[in-house]
T-cell receptor, first 107, second 124 residues
Framework: EVVLTQSPATLSLSPGERATLSCRAS??????LAWYQQKPGQAPRLLIY???NRATGIPARFSGSGSGTDFTLTISSLEPEDFAVYSC?????????FGQGTKLEIK | QARLQQSGPGLVKPSQTLSLTCAIS??????????WNWVRQSPSRGLEWLGR?????????QYAESVKSRIAINPDTSKNQFSLQLNSMTSEDTAVYYC?????WGRGWYFDLWGRGTLVTVSA
């Protein structure tokens, strides 16, 4: 199965700063990668699909890039509501797998 | 606006069977272009896809190898819902269980609608 490794595990930043989160796949997943946001007590929410496309209603400050094995989620200027856990997920191979998550916390 | 409403027990005894149901509103379990999944989340295993069912001329079922021998995901078209049965539960199955819709986005299917989750604890 494809293992997704996210880094860093925790990222401490202040509102207004730029956040860069990484997801690395153990083998190529082409561009079949998604990013999800999860807040405490809530289910994940789809942010980005096919590595770089924003889902409906997702603000433009969220962007995704990468292909093959290396992917990045960037939040250009952090808003207070952006502090959450972010997970990547691949749909290139079975079973579908998720990264272990990056916790974005307020510094 | 589509919604998924989960129901089922939060406590299961070891060796017993977990049964959860996910009622769909605003969409159809039989719709072509959607798949109905169960995903669980625990501190030790993170998010883990368990399986899915979808209709494509006939019903298709796909399961993760890790649970394939003891899982069943079935649709109920009369009630527009789908269910999860997981047999022979152990403490390692303690997790939050989510029902999730997979739908077509761009080049493939992604998980775009999630239930609120059910915390299932396996304990005597």
């Amino acid at each position: 199965e494809v293992v997704l490794t996210q880094s860093p595990a925790t990222l401490s930043l202040s509102p207004g700063e730029r956040a860069t989160l990484s997801c690395r796949a153990s083998q190529s997943v082409s561009s079949y990668l998604a990013w999800y946001q999860q807040k405490p007590g809530q289910a994940p929410r789809l942010l980005i699909y096919d590595a770089s496309n924003r889902a409906t209603g997702i603000p433009a400050r969220f962007s995704g890039s990468g292909s093959g094995t290396d992917f990045t989620l960037t939040i250009s200027s952090l808003e207070p509501e952006d502090f959450a856990v972010y997970s990547c997920q691949q749909r290139s191979n079975w079973p579908r797998t998720f990264g272990q998550g990056t916790k974005l916390e307020i510094k | 606006q589509a919604r998924l409403q989960q129901s089922g027990p939060g406590l299961v005894k070891p060796s017993q069977t977990l049964s959860l149901t996910c009622a769909i509103s605003g969409d159809s379990v039989s719709r072509n272009g959607a798949a109905w999944n169960w995903v669980r989340q625990s501190p030790s295993r993170g998010l883990e896809w368990l399986g899915r069912t979808f209709y494509q001329s006939q019903w298709v079922h796909q399961y993760a190898e890790s649970v394939k021998s003891r899982i069943a995901i079935n649709p109920d078209t009369s009630k527009n819902q789908f269910s999860l049965q997981l047999n022979s539960m152990t403490s390692e199955d303690t997790a939050v269980y989510y029902c999730v819709r997979g739908a077509s986005w761009g080049r493939g299917w992604y998980f775009d609608l999630w239930g609120r989750g059910t915390l299932v604890t396996v304990s005597a």
